[in-house]
């Protein structure tokens, strides 16, 4: 019989492009769902086959609004006290399946992203909220993981990328590829990337990703 073959792609922001649009949000009718067999959403909290619905996990079921409240008047008072060029809006942004929170705020423009992202290369300032983070919530059963250029991203146990693996398991793949670009321990691809359920692949950019498509597969020739 043929090999069965996943891909698994992390969208991401390259430093050299431009921001993309916002993706519009989840519906049983978009398009692109009907050229892909699985499309996940926030690590496959949010998981579709084809255009059908198949599985649903949320944040505020799961963690209850008394600790959701906790985690985010702490985080707002610490980006409070954080000396920066500039801050934007957007701080905490609440999500199906985790918090995303930005220093800076993920309204700003992308010359601030790239600047932001440059200063915090320089101060490590994202790895001292993770830490202060971790030390606050460690009760709570949280990851927090750095994320993009400007992010932080906030989920339960398990509830990382690895957790999209379940939805495909089933149906018997014979190798699993994951594409993506924050590979290092700490980033939000590591996990799924160093899985030993796939073969991971890191990646800096979509052309980047295309070329090893076309290396390793043919893709695109």
């Known amino acids: 019989?043929?090999?069965?073959?996943?891909?698994?792609?992390?969208?991401?922001?390259?430093?050299?492009?431009?921001?993309?649009?916002?993706?519009?949000?989840?519906?049983h009718t978009h398009t692109d769902r009907a050229e892909v067999d699985f499309s996940f959403h926030e690590n496959g909290l949010l998981a579709y086959r084809g255009l059908d619905l198949i599985h649903r996990q949320e944040l505020k079921a799961h963690l209850g609004e008394?600790?959701?409240?906790?985690?985010?008047?702490?985080?707002?008072h610490y980006i409070a006290d954080l000396d920066l060029p500039v801050k934007r809006g957007?701080?905490?942004?609440?999500r199906t399946g985790m918090l995303n929170i930005s220093p800076i705020g993920r309204n700003c423009s992308y010359e601030e992203r790239t600047a932001f992202?440059?200063?915090?290369?320089?101060?490590?300032?994202?790895?001292?909220?993770?830490?202060?983070?971790?030390?606050?919530?460690?009760?709570?059963?949280?990851?927090f993981v750095i994320g993009g250029q400007i992010s932080i991203d906030v989920f339960p146990?398990?509830?990382?990328?690895?957790?999209?693996?379940q939805h495909v398991r089933g149906d018997n793949f014979d190798v699993i590829h994951f594409f993506g670009d924050k590979t290092k321990p700490g980033q939000n691809d590591y996990e799924i990337?160093?899985?030993?359920?796939?073969?991971?692949h890191h990646v800096d950019s979509p052309d980047h990703t295309l070329a090893q498509l076309q290396d390793l597969f043919g893709v695109g020739k």
């Open 90 to 94: 957007t701080f905490v942004e609440f």
């Open 117 to 143: 992202a440059a200063l915090d290369a320089e101060r490590q300032i994202r790895a001292a909220l993770v830490q202060a983070l971790q030390e606050k919530f460690a009760s709570f059963g949280l990851r």
């Open 157 to 165: 146990e398990g509830w990382d990328k690895t957790y999209c693996l």
């Open 193 to 200: 990337f160093s899985h030993p359920d796939t073969i991971g």
């Open 66 to 76: 008394e600790r959701i409240k906790q985690l985010v008047n702490f985080t707002l």
């Open 1 to 27: 019989s043929p090999l069965r073959v996943s891909f698994l792609f992390s969208p991401f922001f390259p430093s050299n492009h431009p921001p993309y649009p916002p993706p519009p949000p989840p519906t």
